[in-house]
């Protein structure tokens, strides 16, 4: 799937993000488990709102941790990544 900044993603239908005290860690709940995330996974999905594109999620993040090289293509990456994983959808 080509992945470009103007589609908005969101959480596949079942899917969930949350704080998981037991892991100390956020976690992507799912009806078939459950995967542990690495801190920056979760500021990642954190952002999902199904309203903010990924465009605006990239900006965001350059935001929060200016100066990180290659931020944008590593979260472009990432989502890459959760798609096929079938975590997340995206919206045109």
Same mark, same amino acid.
């Given at each position: 799937?080509?992945?470009?900044?103007?589609?908005?993603?969101?959480?596949?239908?079942?899917?969930?993000?949350?704080?998981?005290?037991?892991?100390?860690?956020?976690?992507?709940?799912?009806? *078939?488990?459950? #995967?542990? +995330? @690495?801190?920056?996974?979760?500021?990642?999905?954190? %952002?999902?709102?199904?309203?903010?594109?990924?465009? *605006?999620?990239? #900006?965001? +993040? @350059?935001?929060?941790?200016?100066?990180?090289?290659? %931020?944008?293509?590593?979260?472009?990456?990432?989502?890459?990544?959760?798609?096929?994983?079938?975590?997340?959808?995206?919206?045109?």
């Amino acid at each position: 799937m080509e992945i470009n900044a103007s589609q908005t993603p969101q959480f596949r239908r079942g899917f969930r993000l949350q704080w998981e005290e037991a892991q100390n860690c956020h976690v992507m709940l799912y009806p *078939e488990g459950m #995967a542990k +995330l @690495n801190g920056s996974a979760a500021e990642i999905l954190l %952002l999902l709102d199904g309203k903010r594109t990924l465009g *605006e999620i990239i #900006a965001e +993040l @350059n935001t929060r941790f200016p100066g990180v090289p290659d %931020l944008g293509n590593d979260v472009t990456d990432f989502f890459g990544q959760a798609y096929e994983q079938k975590w997340i959808i995206f919206r045109d």
